[in-house]
């Protein structure tokens, strides 16, 4: 399994980043040719599920996603449930500063396709693209037209 960690800080208030995050259906528009879906029905808490489709037709794969640890403003944990990609995901968000926030994304995943000797090389991908994916939920604002 490739185990990485991201961190950022933010000038978003805690509750304020904390939502930014954990809005499933805009992970969909921070990371190439994926859409999410929620079945579960709203809120948010330990059991709902969610699914990361990502590529084109044939050629994509759904990533489906549970939330098994559920305490806002501070902590999800997220068990990969796909048949292709496997493991958990902890997404974090502290206090720092005055009005600002640090955001610790921590994720350990697998592919079942592929060995373990590739997991260093799945972890710098994974590290890549969840890192622009966390930059792109942080930074771009869901009330303006076109982000930012």
Avoid: N, Y
């Amino acid at each position: 399994m490739a185990l990485f960690l991201l961190e950022r800080l933010t000038p978003l208030p805690v509750e304020q980043a904390w939502l930014r995050l954990t809005d499933w259906p805009r992970h969909g528009d921070v990371v190439p040719l994926t859409r999410v879906t929620v079945p579960t029905p709203p809120p948010t808490g330990v059991g709902t599920v969610f699914v990361a489709r990502t590529g084109i037709g044939p050629l994509a794969f759904e990533d489906p996603m549970e939330v098994t640890v559920w305490r806002p403003p501070a902590l999800c944990r997220l068990e990969k449930r796909g048949g292709l990609v496997t493991g958990w995901a902890e997404i974090e968000v502290h206090p720092h500063g005055e009005g600002h926030s640090r955001v610790v994304w921590r994720e350990d995943l697998a592919v079942r396709l592929l060995p373990a000797f590739f997991d260093r090389q799945v972890g710098w991908a994974a590290r890549w693209m969840f890192g622009r994916a966390v930059d792109g939920l942080l930074i771009r604002d869901p009330a303006v037209a076109g982000g930012v």
